[in-house]
């Protein structure tokens, strides 16, 4: 969007979506809705002050969710990778994260197996999981819709 291809330090470059605090590190990646195309890079793990990110509403995002996140050791706010084409397994080492305050968002994304019990690790944790929710709304429906056919 703005200022991503002007200067090399996203602080003080002022990128689009990038939050940094005083000492110019970066600290949070707000990139909700922005049309983003390809995959996450590990690399992003090397952000160590990183203590929100929010990638949702991006379906060209596909992949998996990379096991390095499990490094965000100053994650206290959010991390949202729901409504996207990621797909996979959720990585055990997420539950490594050091979190305050943490809304693990899954809505939408192509997740397979099982949720690792590492994730019980994580102190405060809300999972929205609204395709389970869906799917759970549209199997009571069915069950309803039966129902009334049975009686009539």
């Known amino acids: 969007k703005k200022n991503w291809l002007t200067g090399n330090n996203p602080c003080s470059s002022h990128w689009y979506g990038v939050g940094c605090n005083i000492d110019n590190e970066t600290i949070s990646l707000y990139l909700v809705n ?19 990110f929010q990638i949702e ?20 706010d959010s991390f949202h990778v729901g409504q996207t084409a990621l797909s996979g397994l959720i990585p055990s080492q997420i539950g490594q994260m050091s979190l305050a305050d943490f809304f ?5 994304a192509s997740f397979t197996g099982r949720i690792p019990s590492q994730i019980g690790l994580l102190t405060k944790l809300s999972v929205k999981l609204v395709f389970f929710s869906f799917a759970l709304c549209m199997c009571m429906c069915s069950f309803l819709l039966f129902f009334y056919v049975l009686q009539n």
């Open 34 to 52: 922005n049309n983003l195309i390809g995959t996450l890079p590990s690399q992003l793990s090397k952000l160590n002050y990183l203590t929100r």
């Open 104 to 108: 693990f968002f899954f809505a939408v």
């Open 57 to 76: 509403n991006n379906y060209g995002i596909s992949g998996t969710l990379p096991s390095e996140f499990g490094l965000f050791s100053n994650m206290q």
